[in-house]
């Protein structure tokens, strides 16, 4: 399959001095199309920050990350033309707007689509993600009533509401009972059909043992 996303020698390093944190450590690592691959490793390790990285949400002190290819580089508004195109990133801390609708959260990728679609086509796409990760009848409810498994699950409708290229997952069923993360699960690993590729940062076996791969990360290094 063909390669899609890819770190080379990447590092991340934050503070400076006495105080410089070295959160990952000259990774390297590439990841194919219709692939899904678990990272695993202990709090601390550097697994979210690498999602970061890779999703284009931070910046490598040093390193660089290849889309389909080509290095992203520095440019800020590419940057951000590329987050929004090829990635779907679900937080582990949900990252939603409290007082915003639960449609208004889930519709945010779209508004920042090139080309937009229509206002329509936004709100149909929006119900059926809703649907799909069982939350369709809280379309219209503030995300402020909802339960943290639930805001877990508008958080995931976002990733997926366009279509990404690659989700990047940073511990995905974390606050959801196991049968409502094994239907989370599934609904993940189905975008593999269409091409895209999946990245979960994970503590949890289970999640692990459904993906093609695992890597495991320890004080900022990766390996097998």
């Not at 590439?30 to 490793?41: D, H, K, P, T």
Request: aromatic share 4%; charged share 25%.
């Amino acid at each position: 399959m063909k390669t899609i996303l890819e770190a080379r020698n990447v590092s991340k390093v934050y503070g400076s001095g006495r105080m410089q944190v070295m959160a990952v450590r000259g990774v390297s690592l590439s990841i194919s199309a219709g692939e899904c691959v678990a990272l695993m490793g202990p709090s601390g390790s550097g697994k979210s920050t690498l999602l970061r990285v890779l999703g284009l949400i931070s910046r490598p002190t040093e390193g660089s990350v290849i889309i389909q290819g080509e290095e992203v580089g520095d440019d800020e508004y590419r940057r951000a033309r590329l987050r929004n195109k090829f990635f779907g990133y679900i937080h582990q801390e949900f990252a939603i707007i409290e007082n915003e609708t639960v449609e208004r959260n889930v519709m945010i990728p779209l508004q920042y689509a090139n080309p937009k679609p229509g206002r329509q086509e936004c709100r149909s796409r929006t119900r059926l993600v809703l649907e799909q990760v069982g939350l369709g009848w809280a379309l219209k409810k503030n995300a402020s009533q909802l339960s943290g498994g639930e805001r877990q699950r508008v958080a995931i409708a976002r990733a997926l509401v366009n279509d990404p290229v690659v989700v990047l997952a940073d511990e995905p069923t974390a606050a959801l009972d196991g049968k409502t993360a094994q239907e989370i699960m599934t609904l993940l690993l189905s975008i593999k059909e269409r091409g895209a590729a999946v990245l979960f940062a994970t503590h949890d076996d289970r999640v692990a043992k459904q993906c093609d791969r695992i890597l495991h990360m320890i004080d900022g290094r990766l390996g097998e």
